[in-house]
């Protein structure tokens, strides 16, 4: 699965940027509606297979009284094999789906939803299934070189307010996103509030597999985190504000040098896998990267994109990253995805509350 923020400008690749200058908020900072990631249960999946997939959604607002925003999810399905691959000209289809209106767009390829930031109350508003073809290879010519495969698209859209069609159309230079999030007065959203995106399911003729990598526990400080806020440990507030952080530039971490760096790490065993079968054209001599994705929505992480496993070097044990507690108590959600480079990806969620 690849996930996809709609606005292509913002894809970013993983580096390091040095600058005293004070910024944005990094990627791993939650603070307004965020899809965290999208997993399949079986990203490399068969022809005629049914596949699972599953939004890590949460929002980092609330609404004027203080409460979680209500969010509308939709999930669409049911493109295959687009002409060199492009998921842009999925779009068009989609647009068909919503023609009639947003109340026509109900079949077994779209599901719209109401539901909370992980609500436990209806998990089902969280996941799609999706029915792949029985020639969703053979479809399809056979490439004159490499494997012969087969691709499938889910899009998906999370709205802290009201899903509504958008004003289609194929002549525009750029194609946009068939829905829009409204807010109560009508007007359409901004990212803080509306996340569209895709994920995709591929098969492949020779039959290789791919699972999601695993993650055992998330720890912090060595104690693992739990999945209910009810048991979350207690960590003291570290008393500098969000605004002097920023502020700070390079003076920074004099700045944060009386408040505690906890140590946040997600056990992920070595369970790499081959990046092709023996007896292939490379013979399984290499194998995936592994890497995780830290977020959290209060405080602040360094290192939040570490490492797990090298394709020619191997397992490195070492990838934690660095968490400071915010300036203000209450309760704390942080996530770990570990993710391979075919798709795989494993979430893992936990609590910590802040005094």
């Given amino acids: 699965m690849r996930l996809r923020r709609w606005v292509l400008a913002s894809l970013v690749t ?22 965290l990631g999208v997993d399949l249960d079986t990203p490399y999946a068969a022809p005629g297979a049914t596949v699972t997939f599953r ?10 009284e203080g409460n979680p ?3 509308q999810l939709a999930w669409i399905g049911g493109c295959f094999n687009p002409q060199g691959d492009q998921y842009v000209l999925c779009l068009p289809q989609l647009a068909d789906v919503f023609a009639g209106g947003f109340g026509s767009g109900t079949s077994s390829l779209v599901k719209l939803a109401t539901a909370a930031p992980e609500d436990d109350g209806e998990p089902s ?11 969703l290879i053979s479809s399809r010519p056979a490439p004159t070189e490499g494997p012969r495969y087969g691709v499938g698209y889910v899009f998906f859209a999370a709205c802290a307010g009201t899903l ?26 901004g990212a803080e509030s509306f996340v569209p995106g895709y994920a995709q399911v591929y ?9 999601n990598p695993p993650v055992a526990a998330l720890t912090l400080d060595g104690m693992e ?4 806020p009810a048991l979350a440990p207690t960590v003291p507030r570290c008393a500098v504000t969000e605004d002097e952080r920023r502020k700070a530039g390079c003076a920074k971490k004099d700045l944060l040098e009386t408040c505690k760096e906890h140590a946040l790490d997600a056990t992920i065993p070595d369970a790499a896998e081959p990046l092709y079968e023996t007896g292939s054209e490379i013979g399984g001599a290499l194998r995936e990267a592994v890497w995780v994705n830290y977020y959290a929505d209060g405080g602040e992480l360094d ?14 044990p070492e990838h934690n990253a660095t968490w400071l507690a915010p300036s203000q108590p209450g309760l704390v959600s942080v996530w770990a995805f570990a993710r391979d480079q075919r798709g795989g990806q494993t979430p893992i969620r936990g609590y910590v509350r802040v005094e």
């Fill in 69 to 71: 925003r209500p969010l």
């Fill in 203 to 211: 098969a492949f003729a020779d039959g290789r597999t791919n699972d």
């Fill in 225 to 228: 985190l739990p999945s209910d």
């Fill in 125 to 135: 508003a969280h996941s799609f299934t999706l029915e792949l073809p029985a020639d």
């Fill in 164 to 189: 509504a069609p958008a004003d289609f159309s194929v002549s525009t230079k750029t194609p946009e996103f068939p829905l829009l999030c409204l807010d109560a007065d009508g007007s359409p959203q």
């Fill in 55 to 64: 939004m890590t959604v949460t929002d980092g607002l609330r609404d004027e």
């Fill in 14 to 35: 993983l580096g390091v940027v040095v600058s005293c200058a004070p910024g944005f908020d990094p990627p791993s900072s939650v603070t307004g509606l965020r899809v």
């Fill in 303 to 316: 290192g939040a994109v570490r490492l797990v496993s090298d394709s020619s070097k191997g397992y490195l």
